[in-house]
C-alpha cells in the first residue's frame, strides 16, 4: 500500500509540474569526481578479515552499475594495508570472494587495540581511517521464554531474550538472530531470521544507561523449525563508527517520501565508507 501511495504522489507530481525536467536538463551541473569507498568490520570472533574498495558514483554522474548483482563493481588494484602498533600487514584482493581477505590471524584483532586501515588505488588519493575494538565483553544473554504460537494461523515458535546494560555511559549494540537450517529439496545450509516484534537490532544505552533490554522474536515458520534444533542470538558491543554508520544508513534507506535527505555517516579520511570494529558474543537457544 505504501508503495501504491508513494507511485500516486510521484504522478501528482509530474501532472502539476511538467516543465521541471525540462528546467533541470538547462542546469550546467558542475564536474565532481568519484571517490574511494571502504568498508570493513573487524572483530576478535572473525576468522577472517575483509575490506571492500568501490568507487562512489558522483551527483549528475552516469551510473557504472551492475544490474543483475544490484551492486556497484569492486575496485581490484587497491594495495590494501592494515595495521597495529608495530604489525602491519597487506591484504591481498581476493577474486572469488570480491573483496580484499585475509586470515585474522596475520592481524590478531583484539579487544581494546587500536587499528589503523589505509588503501591506495592509482588515480585516487590515499584514504584512511582508525578504529579501537571494545574492550569489553558484551553482557550475558538472558533467555526468558519460548514457546508456540498460532497467531497466523499455524503452529510458529519464537523467543523471548534480554540482556543488561553494562555500567557506565557510551554503550552501544548490535542484536541479531538466525536459524541455521537445512533445506532437504536444496541439499543447503541456510541463514533465516524474520525480525524481532520487540526491540531493534541497533541500540544505545543514551536513554537506558544501566537498564535491560528486551527482545521477542517474530514466530518462525514450522519448516525452519522442523530442519534445526536451535536458534543462534548473536549480541555485538560496537564502537561509535559503526553505530553511527549503521543508524545513518537507517534512516538515509526510509521510504517516507517527505523525509529531508540524510548524509550517511563516514570516518573514511578522503573518501566514504566506514572502518569499524565490534566485540561479539554468540549463545545457542535450544527448541523446547
Known amino acids: ?80 594495508l592494515m595495521s597495529s602498533g608495530s604489525r602491519s600487514v597487506t591484504i591481498p584482493y581476493d577474486e572469488e570472494n570480491e573483496t580484499y581477505r585475509i586470515d585474522a590471524s596475520a592481524i590478531d584483532v583484539e579487544a581494546g587495540m587500536h587499528y589503523v ?32 504460537t ?26 541479531n538472530a538466525a536459524i541455521l537450517y537445512y533445506d532437504p529439496w536444496m541439499d543447503e545450509t541456510h541463514n533465516y531470521f524474520n525480525g524481532f516484534k520487540q526491540g531493534t537490532p541497533l541500540v544505545t544505552d543514551k ?26 542470538v548473536s549480541l555485538s558491543l560496537i564502537d561509535e563508527h559503526y553505530y553511527l554508520y549503521a543508524q545513518s544508513v537507517n534512516n538515509f534507506q526510509d521510504e517516507n517520501p517527505f523525509s529531508e535527505p540524510t548524509p550517511v555517516y563516514s570516518n573514511i579520511d578522503g573518501g566514504l565508507g566506514v572502518f569499524a570494529a565490534m566485540n561479539s558474543v554468540l549463545k545457542a537457544v535450544p527448541f523446547e
Not at 52 to 60: D, G, H, I
Not at 152 to 175: A, I, Q, R, S
Not at 226 to 232: F, G, H
Open 117 to 148: 586501515l589505509m588503501v591506495m588505488v592509482p588515480e585516487f588519493s590515499q584514504v584512511s581511517a582508525e578504529c579501537t575494538v571494545p574492550e569489553q565483553a558484551p553482557p550475558d544473554i538472558e533467555i526468558t521464554g519460548s514457546g508456540f
Open 1 to 80: 500500500m505504501k508503495n501504491i501511495h508513494t507511485l500516486l504522489l510521484s504522478l501528482v507530481v509530474l501532472v502539476l509540474f511538467p516543465s521541471c525536467d525540462q528546467l533541470i536538463s538547462e542546469i550546467d551541473a558542475p564536474p565532481s569526481e568519484p571517490k574511494l569507498v571502504v568498508y570493513s568490520v573487524i572483530s576478535p570472533q572473525d576468522s577472517v578479515v575483509e575490506v571492500r574498495v568501490y568507487k562512489s558514483n558522483p551527483l549528475f554522474n552516469k551510473v557504472n552499475y551492475d544490474y543483475f548483482d544490484n551492486r556497484f563493481p569492486p575496485v581490484t588494484n587497491a594495495t590494501v
Open 150 to 175: 498460532q497467531e497466523t494461523g499455524m503452529e510458529e515458535w519464537y523467543f523471548e531474550f534480554k540482556f543488561k546494560d553494562l555500567p557506565g555511559p557510551g554503550h552501544n549494540y548490535l542484536v
Open 207 to 232: 536513554s537506558n544507561d544501566g537498564g535491560y533490554f528486551y527482545y521477542r522474536t517474530y514466530p518462525n515458520a514450522p519448516v525452519h523449525v522442523e530442519n534445526s534444533d536451535k536458534v543462534w
